[in-house]
């Protein structure tokens, strides 16, 4: 098939994961209070550790406003209209695949996430979240003769009580942000992944969210450690079904990173966006932050954030240990009414540390694309350097591209780089492209995908392309 | 070489253009046959890039009269894609830079575009190299272009040089050549000029568009037409070029004063 | 030392912008409530000044119809500042100019006097006029200097304006200054400050139909406990206008400098060509610098570039002064200096005279014992 049929086949399906399983939940009643919060914890028979955490998560938030300093647009959200806690029923997780529900195993095979031994990938262990509870881990086994752990949080808090209680909330205390509380008092399930002492973890992890519910809020968290010396490769990919109501996903991811050790944490986001006249989609308020404790300890961010009505997410680095690395690649794509305020936080405790960022935003149709960083550099960061890139490709003049780039310096010997640049398609680009013989839209897509090179170069092999494809088919009918 | 009865591959009527609502061409006409080169010369401003961008199907140009029929198709109704993937070819003036996309892989889609429409086989990554490998010899290129982005930071000579190649791998029916020797050394111009030379044959048929005779010092043309005013004012052999060399376009002036342009 | 600001919130009529407001984030207002709670005299900037040919004061039916419509057209009319001069109604110093006027210097001289001194300057170039306007503020004692400064700029007309803020280390400065350009006009700003405990200085330009052409200078040198803020705004509202704004700081001893610049290219802003840039120098690790670029562009036909960079002075360039001989303190100050003259030479001629240069880096800015040696070479930093 040539290629320039692969973009008309792309380009002739709207948003291809917005099917519901008719499946039967266990869903408790709307609403937040102290009561769900331990209904929660019970449901879930977790130690008192959590539970604390948990209430005192809900008090903070309690005393909490939503921010508003974003450049996004939405109507008040009513968190009482909210369910917190919704599973398919199936009582406990099951110790083999056959025993899970096979609609379930149908729905992600539909995305493209086949889970049963025969057709799963090959050197991808994949934990696989529906709603609130995470049904399947694949692989976990193999990982385990290598000392990795990858379970669904939940499990972990079982298994692995002390681990989790060593990690939980040390990179995003229970009151960070609004977000961040509600998510801390709230969250349901998502996934723990533990590299041990010097171990490279042998194949790429991936989680998969699925939000099924029409009216259920998702609030996932996700903590990875790796210790000293030990190195993962993690991604994960997003999708939910077609609603003309908006749902909250409210995550939290905390990355732990020793001496020597690495995280390579990557993103391709394709919630529902919502109609393109804005009606529905995912409001997307996220907290992602990675602690690089030990020395040459290194983190890396890469995001593809095409989906969603609103984006709001700052994966970031607390760059601590001596000579510790900080990396934040990300494309965001806004199309419609499409809202996207993303970007990074640099902080820079450590002496030598440093950062890179580079980000792009595509702003077409009447959407918001906002870049907004910081680049915080301590009285300690000796040698610290940074260098930031940010590109706004912008298509159609009913788009909005900004950027919000802040530098803090306290340290002389320090050296902070920032440069931004706009473009668009131009109509001369597109005529010498399709004077050779290649179509409009793949003309299109070609520009858009050398656009974004430099962070689809971050992305593991496997998703690279799935990237570029996702890029063609968001933009289908914006250009021209 | 002129063969009388060798089939028609372009043929252009009364063709009238305008950009902005301000008319460019005034009643081209042009039959090219195949094995033909043709070359198109005036001053600034007679309307010669602007006849090559009509044929292409720039979006910025209207066609407000006339035909062009290109073996057996109305051109007009084409997309630019379309255009060059049945054998329609222009080579730009000023090939813009895209940053950001390969220039192999930009060869390689715009290949198999153009061989998809003739039914041969697609051509993988590794079998386009091989045959992108082969062409850049026509224009004695260096590979290392080919890992850049398309023409971006290439000096006016590479980006000709790249526009030939270009040529080479989506052997078009009629190439039109828009100024190919504007902004070249000597070398260059003749690098380019084997190239285009290489690419000619009996099948094929090329529209030069240029000012000046070096051009032709090197690629012999059967047929020299001159624009002035948005059509073509007179039409020769060879010798027309020489003459005009000698004489400049003065005698435009007067030419064009007893021959009014007329209103479609 | 530490008095009140209620009686600013009196005068401004709104309270005093709190570091909770992104605006403020970063600015430190205490050296405002150590001033003497009561309003001065601001002395007349044009007593004893003979208007050059061109220039003249604006009549009051003039100054009436006039004045707001630069602070209505840049929105400035909810800015603090802006709420605090004119809730002092200082009086109005209105200069209209017609045709090609010779420079003028307008000088704002707080000097020893104690508690806020306001001033409010409107300027009005008529279509193809032009001048070039130094405006000086001054102060050498515990004083508030508030300005606002109004300019409407007519079709055609070019204005090169310096502001230079020669200040006191017990004294504030707060300047507000609004331009609206017509098209085909140019504004060449270039500012200077230093030495002010507290300098807030909003310039904000709106091309009210595009198709003009803005280029902003800036130096702000701070030291000591010092704290020098910049929120620049520039918005096209039409289409081909062009910016090229370069802010410059540099932040010694425990000083703080900030830098905001907001571009805002809206739909109707084609073909805008903007770009901004931004560099600190941080010469003491108690010192800091918070930089922060804001552009805003729904225009798809632009181009915009905006940069930003934080540094101490390039090891390299040092090294290779030393290396011919000059002592590292000699050489780092021969570096400044060309860090700073690149925006100070923008400055109207007028400027020489208060020797901005010198007070910025101290007598010993020269060569000795040749001070005619030339700073070219040396500029680039």
């Given at each position: 098939m040539s290629s320039a049929a692969t973009v008309g086949d792309l380009v002739s399906?709207?948003?291809?994961?917005?099917f519901v399983t008719d499946i039967e939940t266990e869903k408790i009643a709307k609403g937040l209070s102290e009561d769900v919060v331990r209904l929660i914890s019970a449901k879930k028979e977790e130690p008192a550790f959590l539970l604390d955490f948990r209430l005192r998560a809900y008090r903070q938030w309690l005393r909490m406003t939503e921010p508003d300093w974003a450049t996004l647009g939405y109507p008040a959200i009513d968190y009482q209209d909210i369910i917190y806690y919704a599973a398919p029923k199936q009582q406990q997780k099951k110790a083999s695949l056959d025993e899970v529900d096979p609609k379930l195993l149908e729905t992600f095979e539909k995305l493209g996430i086949p889970l049963s031994e025969q057709k799963r990938l090959s050197n991808v262990a994949v934990d696989a979240v529906f709603d609130s509870v995470s049904i399947a881990t694949t692989y976990k086994e193999k990982l385990a003769e290598h000392g990795v752990i990858f379970s669904s949080i939940s499990e972990a808090v079982k298994e692995h009580a002390e681990l989790v209680e060593r990690y939980l909330g040390t990179v995003v205390p229970s009151g960070d942000n609004f977000f961040a509380a509600l998510n801390s008092a709230v969250f349901s399930d998502g996934s723990f992944v533990f590299i041990p002492k010097g171990v490279e973890c042998p194949m790429e992890l991936s989680t998969y969210f699925r939000i099924n519910s029409g009216d259920t809020g998702q609030f996932e968290r996700t903590l990875i450690v790796a210790e000293e010396g030990a190195s993962v490769s993690y991604l994960e990919g997003c999708t939910a079904p077609m609603f003309d109501t908006n749902q909250l996903h409210a995550a939290v991811v905390e990355l732990v990173v020793l001496d020597d050790a690495s995280i390579k944490y990557s993103t391709v986001q394709n919630w529902y966006a919502g109609d393109e006249n804005g009606v529905g989609g995912i409001y997307n308020f996220v907290t992602k932050r990675g602690q690089c404790r030990g020395e040459r300890s290194k983190i890396s961010w890469t995001q593809v954030e095409t989906g969603s009505a609103i984006t709001w997410k700052y994966p970031s680095c607390v760059l601590q240990g001596a000579d510790s690395v900080g990396e934040f690649y990300s494309v965001a794509l806004t199309n419609h009414r499409q809202q996207a305020d993303t970007g990074t936080k640099m902080i820079h405790v450590g002496p030598r540390t440093r950062s890179t960022i580079v980000s792009k935003g595509i702003s077409a149709g009447h959407s918001v694309n906002s870049y907004r960083g910081l680049v915080q550099i301590g009285p300690k960061a000796v040698g610290a350097r940074n260098y930031s890139q940010c590109d706004s490709m912008l298509i159609g003049d009913q788009a909005g591209a900004n950027t919000y780039p802040y530098i803090r310096c306290q340290q002389p010997e320090a050296s902070v780089e920032h440069e931004a640049s706009t473009c668009r398609i131009s109509a001369d680009q597109l005529f010498y492209l399709q004077s050779r013989g290649i179509g409009f839209e793949e003309a299109v897509s070609m520009m858009v995908s050398g656009f974004c090179r430099d962070v689809f170069n971050q992305l593991p092999m496997e998703f690279a392309a799935e990237a570029d494809k996702l890029l063609a088919l968001k933009l289908e009918g914006s250009v021209g | 070489m002129i063969r009388p009865d060798a089939p028609i591959l372009l043929e252009i009527q009364g063709l009238h253009a305008s950009v902005d609502e301000q008319p460019i061409l005034n009643g081209v006409n042009l039959t090219i046959r195949a094995g033909e080169i043709h070359a198109v010369m005036g001053r600034n401003g007679s309307g010669k890039s602007t006849l090559s961008k009509v044929l292409a199907g720039h979006p910025a140009y209207t066609v407000t009269a006339g035909s062009v029929r290109y073996q057996d198709v109305n051109l007009l109704e084409l997309e630019p894609e379309q255009r060059a993937r049945i054998g329609l070819f222009l080579g730009f003036q000023y090939p813009v830079e895209i940053p950001g996309v390969s220039n192999l892989e930009f060869l390689r889609v715009a290949t198999n575009a153009r061989r998809q429409e003739r039914g041969d086989d697609e051509l993988d990554t590794f079998a386009f190299e091989d045959l992108v490998r082969e062409r850049l010899n026509v224009v004695q290129m260096d590979p290392a272009f080919l890992e850049r982005s398309v023409n971006q930071g290439f000096s006016g000579g590479e980006k000709k040089r790249n526009e030939i190649l270009q040529m080479a791998l989506l052997e078009p029916l009629v190439a039109i050549l828009d100024e190919t020797d504007s902004g070249l050394d000597i070398d260059a111009l003749r690098i380019v000029a084997s190239g285009v030379n290489q690419l000619a044959g009996p099948h094929t048929a090329t529209l030069l568009i240029t000012h000046y005779q070096r051009l032709l010092d090197l690629i012999t043309p059967d047929f020299v037409h001159v624009m002035a005013a948005g059509r073509i004012l007179r039409s020769g052999g060879k010798e027309l070029a020489l003459e005009l060399e000698r004489t400049g376009y003065d005698w435009v002036d007067a030419e064009l004063a007893r021959q009014p342009v007329e209103v479609p | 030392m530490a008095g009140s600001t209620a009686w600013l919130e009196g005068l401004a009529g709104a309270p005093v912008p709190s570091r909770r407001l992104e605006d403020w984030r970063f600015t430190d207002l205490t050296a405002l409530a150590a001033i003497h709670p009561k309003l001065a005299m601001a002395p007349d900037p044009l007593a004893g000044v003979t208007l050059p040919a061109g220039v003249s004061r604006l009549s009051s039916e003039a100054v009436e119809a006039l004045l707001g419509r630069a602070l209505h057209a840049n929105h400035s009319e909810q800015h603090w500042l802006v709420q605090l001069n004119q809730g002092i109604q200082p009086a109005v110093v209105g200069l209209g100019v017609s045709g090609a006027a010779q420079p003028l210097e307008l000088i704002c001289d707080a000097g020893e006097a104690e508690g806020l001194v306001p001033w409010r300057i409107l300027l009005v170039l008529e279509e193809g006029a032009s001048l070039e306007l130094l405006q000086v503020q001054r102060s050498s004692g515990a004083n508030a200097t508030t300005v606002i400064t109004e300019v409407l700029l007519g079709a055609g007309s070019e204005l090169r304006l310096g502001s230079l803020g020669l200040g006191d280390r017990q004294a504030c400065l707060l300047t507000h200054l609004a331009v609206e350009q017509a098209p085909g006009s140019t504004l060449a700003l270039t500012s200077a400050s230093a030495g002010w405990a507290l300098s807030r200085f909003e310039p904000r330009v709106v091309q009210s139909h595009g198709a003009a052409h803005t280029q902003m200078r800036s130096l702000q040198w701070v030291d000591d406990q010092q704290c020098a803020d910049t929120h620049s705004a520039i918005r096209f509202d039409g289409p081909g206008g062009t910016l090229d704004q370069l802010h410059k700081a540099v932040a010694d001893g425990a000083a703080r400098s900030v830098f905001n610049g907001a571009i805002s290219v809206p739909r109707a802003a084609q073909q805008t060509e903007a770009s901004q840039l931004s560099r600190s120098l941080l010469l003491s690790d108690r010192a800091r610098i918070d930089t922060k670029p804001q552009l805003e562009i729904v225009a798809d036909d632009v181009r915009c570039a905006h940069g930003a960079t934080v540094s101490r002075l390039q090891q390299d360039e040092l090294f290779y002064l030393q290396s011919r001989g000059i002592a590292a303190a000699q050489a780092s100050r021969l570096l400044l200096r060309g860090f700073c003259d690149e925006v100070l030479r923008g400055l109207p001629a007028a400027a020489a005279t208060w020797r901005p240069l010198e007070r910025l880096l101290g007598a010993d800015t020269q060569l000795s014992p040749d001070p005619e040696q030339p700073a070219a070479p040396l500029g680039k930093v």
């Amino acid at each position: 098939m040539s290629s320039a049929a692969t973009v008309g086949d792309l380009v002739s399906q709207p948003y291809k994961y917005g099917f519901v399983t008719d499946i039967e939940t266990e869903k408790i009643a709307k609403g937040l209070s102290e009561d769900v919060v331990r209904l929660i914890s019970a449901k879930k028979e977790e130690p008192a550790f959590l539970l604390d955490f948990r209430l005192r998560a809900y008090r903070q938030w309690l005393r909490m406003t939503e921010p508003d300093w974003a450049t996004l647009g939405y109507p008040a959200i009513d968190y009482q209209d909210i369910i917190y806690y919704a599973a398919p029923k199936q009582q406990q997780k099951k110790a083999s695949l056959d025993e899970v529900d096979p609609k379930l195993l149908e729905t992600f095979e539909k995305l493209g996430i086949p889970l049963s031994e025969q057709k799963r990938l090959s050197n991808v262990a994949v934990d696989a979240v529906f709603d609130s509870v995470s049904i399947a881990t694949t692989y976990k086994e193999k990982l385990a003769e290598h000392g990795v752990i990858f379970s669904s949080i939940s499990e972990a808090v079982k298994e692995h009580a002390e681990l989790v209680e060593r990690y939980l909330g040390t990179v995003v205390p229970s009151g960070d942000n609004f977000f961040a509380a509600l998510n801390s008092a709230v969250f349901s399930d998502g996934s723990f992944v533990f590299i041990p002492k010097g171990v490279e973890c042998p194949m790429e992890l991936s989680t998969y969210f699925r939000i099924n519910s029409g009216d259920t809020g998702q609030f996932e968290r996700t903590l990875i450690v790796a210790e000293e010396g030990a190195s993962v490769s993690y991604l994960e990919g997003c999708t939910a079904p077609m609603f003309d109501t908006n749902q909250l996903h409210a995550a939290v991811v905390e990355l732990v990173v020793l001496d020597d050790a690495s995280i390579k944490y990557s993103t391709v986001q394709n919630w529902y966006a919502g109609d393109e006249n804005g009606v529905g989609g995912i409001y997307n308020f996220v907290t992602k932050r990675g602690q690089c404790r030990g020395e040459r300890s290194k983190i890396s961010w890469t995001q593809v954030e095409t989906g969603s009505a609103i984006t709001w997410k700052y994966p970031s680095c607390v760059l601590q240990g001596a000579d510790s690395v900080g990396e934040f690649y990300s494309v965001a794509l806004t199309n419609h009414r499409q809202q996207a305020d993303t970007g990074t936080k640099m902080i820079h405790v450590g002496p030598r540390t440093r950062s890179t960022i580079v980000s792009k935003g595509i702003s077409a149709g009447h959407s918001v694309n906002s870049y907004r960083g910081l680049v915080q550099i301590g009285p300690k960061a000796v040698g610290a350097r940074n260098y930031s890139q940010c590109d706004s490709m912008l298509i159609g003049d009913q788009a909005g591209a900004n950027t919000y780039p802040y530098i803090r310096c306290q340290q002389p010997e320090a050296s902070v780089e920032h440069e931004a640049s706009t473009c668009r398609i131009s109509a001369d680009q597109l005529f010498y492209l399709q004077s050779r013989g290649i179509g409009f839209e793949e003309a299109v897509s070609m520009m858009v995908s050398g656009f974004c090179r430099d962070v689809f170069n971050q992305l593991p092999m496997e998703f690279a392309a799935e990237a570029d494809k996702l890029l063609a088919l968001k933009l289908e009918g914006s250009v021209g | 070489m002129i063969r009388p009865d060798a089939p028609i591959l372009l043929e252009i009527q009364g063709l009238h253009a305008s950009v902005d609502e301000q008319p460019i061409l005034n009643g081209v006409n042009l039959t090219i046959r195949a094995g033909e080169i043709h070359a198109v010369m005036g001053r600034n401003g007679s309307g010669k890039s602007t006849l090559s961008k009509v044929l292409a199907g720039h979006p910025a140009y209207t066609v407000t009269a006339g035909s062009v029929r290109y073996q057996d198709v109305n051109l007009l109704e084409l997309e630019p894609e379309q255009r060059a993937r049945i054998g329609l070819f222009l080579g730009f003036q000023y090939p813009v830079e895209i940053p950001g996309v390969s220039n192999l892989e930009f060869l390689r889609v715009a290949t198999n575009a153009r061989r998809q429409e003739r039914g041969d086989d697609e051509l993988d990554t590794f079998a386009f190299e091989d045959l992108v490998r082969e062409r850049l010899n026509v224009v004695q290129m260096d590979p290392a272009f080919l890992e850049r982005s398309v023409n971006q930071g290439f000096s006016g000579g590479e980006k000709k040089r790249n526009e030939i190649l270009q040529m080479a791998l989506l052997e078009p029916l009629v190439a039109i050549l828009d100024e190919t020797d504007s902004g070249l050394d000597i070398d260059a111009l003749r690098i380019v000029a084997s190239g285009v030379n290489q690419l000619a044959g009996p099948h094929t048929a090329t529209l030069l568009i240029t000012h000046y005779q070096r051009l032709l010092d090197l690629i012999t043309p059967d047929f020299v037409h001159v624009m002035a005013a948005g059509r073509i004012l007179r039409s020769g052999g060879k010798e027309l070029a020489l003459e005009l060399e000698r004489t400049g376009y003065d005698w435009v002036d007067a030419e064009l004063a007893r021959q009014p342009v007329e209103v479609p | 030392m530490a008095g009140s600001t209620a009686w600013l919130e009196g005068l401004a009529g709104a309270p005093v912008p709190s570091r909770r407001l992104e605006d403020w984030r970063f600015t430190d207002l205490t050296a405002l409530a150590a001033i003497h709670p009561k309003l001065a005299m601001a002395p007349d900037p044009l007593a004893g000044v003979t208007l050059p040919a061109g220039v003249s004061r604006l009549s009051s039916e003039a100054v009436e119809a006039l004045l707001g419509r630069a602070l209505h057209a840049n929105h400035s009319e909810q800015h603090w500042l802006v709420q605090l001069n004119q809730g002092i109604q200082p009086a109005v110093v209105g200069l209209g100019v017609s045709g090609a006027a010779q420079p003028l210097e307008l000088i704002c001289d707080a000097g020893e006097a104690e508690g806020l001194v306001p001033w409010r300057i409107l300027l009005v170039l008529e279509e193809g006029a032009s001048l070039e306007l130094l405006q000086v503020q001054r102060s050498s004692g515990a004083n508030a200097t508030t300005v606002i400064t109004e300019v409407l700029l007519g079709a055609g007309s070019e204005l090169r304006l310096g502001s230079l803020g020669l200040g006191d280390r017990q004294a504030c400065l707060l300047t507000h200054l609004a331009v609206e350009q017509a098209p085909g006009s140019t504004l060449a700003l270039t500012s200077a400050s230093a030495g002010w405990a507290l300098s807030r200085f909003e310039p904000r330009v709106v091309q009210s139909h595009g198709a003009a052409h803005t280029q902003m200078r800036s130096l702000q040198w701070v030291d000591d406990q010092q704290c020098a803020d910049t929120h620049s705004a520039i918005r096209f509202d039409g289409p081909g206008g062009t910016l090229d704004q370069l802010h410059k700081a540099v932040a010694d001893g425990a000083a703080r400098s900030v830098f905001n610049g907001a571009i805002s290219v809206p739909r109707a802003a084609q073909q805008t060509e903007a770009s901004q840039l931004s560099r600190s120098l941080l010469l003491s690790d108690r010192a800091r610098i918070d930089t922060k670029p804001q552009l805003e562009i729904v225009a798809d036909d632009v181009r915009c570039a905006h940069g930003a960079t934080v540094s101490r002075l390039q090891q390299d360039e040092l090294f290779y002064l030393q290396s011919r001989g000059i002592a590292a303190a000699q050489a780092s100050r021969l570096l400044l200096r060309g860090f700073c003259d690149e925006v100070l030479r923008g400055l109207p001629a007028a400027a020489a005279t208060w020797r901005p240069l010198e007070r910025l880096l101290g007598a010993d800015t020269q060569l000795s014992p040749d001070p005619e040696q030339p700073a070219a070479p040396l500029g680039k930093v």
